[in-house]
């Protein structure tokens, strides 16, 4: 018996295994975005890119969307246009992402085509490798595994910011696991693992004493407060139970600031007691308010028009000189080449051609 292009059965199966391996490979890199398989000195690791790459080879077709491989054609044109009239190694690494956020996302398509979406297995002993680690991090060994990402978790496990695990740093182990959460609601919510892999979730979240992630999940669950007032029958009561859970979260923050020594309850007490220096806190909070606000401001300031590769922090000089805005930039910005927030990164890139993939 034949198949397709002269192959017999056993090669078929052979073939359709290795594919689906590869695939599946690249879930897990996907899901694993900071291991450092090669010395790169990077935090999102290529791996997954250079495995989208054969994906595609294998199982693409000739059914790209005209006006997105359009938009892929332009903004790689701009990039290589501008890199060429001011070559260095920060353009070569946009141009990489630029093509990777086309590569990953078609190749995202066809591998959980083949595979019918995410494996389930696969998922939970990712979440479960995920926890193992962080887990032996926050009782045994801050160090454990340190050398599969750039750059470790020791440090942050000794100044209290929590653990890394698989990540590069505590907040990014917090935003993978919230991505997990969303994975696990939208696609296992009816398996019998369903709560176990939440509560393990969650526990991680616990781990990595990310005050950003905290601060995104109380910002999600205040506007889906409002989305039910705004859109339910019942908004008074919604809005009754939204000042009640707003008084109980206050005088909880209260107690938690003070009677706990981590930089989260340090963050709690300054926003409690003197909100206006917030953002001046420490270099953490200040530099990712620098990379959300001033590109927005640069690219209003500029008319739109960009900057030139790998001159973000030239702009953040000029800033940094002004009367007016000079007060929010509290550190030293002359490193600050490329933009590393998603608004400011993926929206605007064009200002500063900063964009930095996130997974």
């Not at 182990?173 to 997990?180: A, D, F, N, R």
């Not at 696609?187 to 601060?215: D, E, P």
Request: net charge positive; aromatic share 16%.
């Amino acid at each position: 018996m034949s198949c397709q292009f002269g192959m017999n059965v056993g090669d078929y199966k052979r073939r359709r295994g290795i594919i689906a391996w590869i695939c599946m490979t690249f879930v897990f890199f996907c899901l694993c975005p900071y291991l450092r398989i090669l010395p790169l000195h990077l935090d999102a690791q290529p791996n997954a890119l250079m495995l989208s790459v054969i994906i595609i080879a294998l199982l693409g077709k000739h059914t790209i969307n005209r006006e997105c491989a359009w938009l892929l054609f332009v903004l790689i044109s701009a990039t290589i246009i501008m890199l060429l009239s001011n070559p260095n190694a920060l353009g070569l690494l946009i141009l990489t992402n630029y093509i990777s956020l086309f590569c990953i996302s078609y190749a995202t398509y066809l591998a959980l085509k083949r595979l019918y979406g995410i494996p389930y297995r696969l998922f939970t002993a990712v979440v479960f490798l995920w926890f193992a680690v962080g887990l032996i991090q926050t009782f045994i060994s801050p160090s454990f595994l340190g050398f599969m990402t750039l750059r470790g978790s020791t440090s942050s496990a000794l100044n209290g910011r929590g653990v890394a695990s698989l990540a590069a740093e505590p907040t990014f182990y917090g935003m993978v696991s919230i991505l997990m959460m969303i994975i696990n609601y939208l696609n296992f919510k009816h398996h019998k693992h369903y709560k176990a892999l939440f509560l393990c979730l969650v526990a991680q979240l616990i781990m990595s004493k990310s005050t950003t992630c905290v601060m995104a999940l109380a910002i999600a669950f205040f506007l889906y407060i409002l989305y039910c007032i705004v859109r339910k029958k019942h908004g008074i009561a919604y809005l009754l139970l939204l000042i009640m859970a707003g008084i109980a979260l206050y005088h909880a923050a209260r107690f938690y600031a003070d009677n706990n020594s981590t930089r989260l309850a340090s963050v709690v007490k300054v926003l409690l007691e003197s909100p206006s220096s917030f953002l001046f806190m420490d270099f953490s909070i200040n530099n990712r308010f620098m990379h959300a606000f001033f590109p927005l401001k640069g690219f209003f300031d500029n008319f739109g028009l960009p900057h030139g590769l790998g001159h973000f922090n030239t702009y953040l000089l000029q800033q940094q000189k002004s009367p007016e805005w000079g007060n929010l930039l509290q550190y030293h910005v002359s490193q600050e080449y490329k933009i590393n927030t998603s608004i400011g990164g993926g929206v605007l890139s064009w200002e500063f051609s900063g964009f930095q993939y996130i997974m």
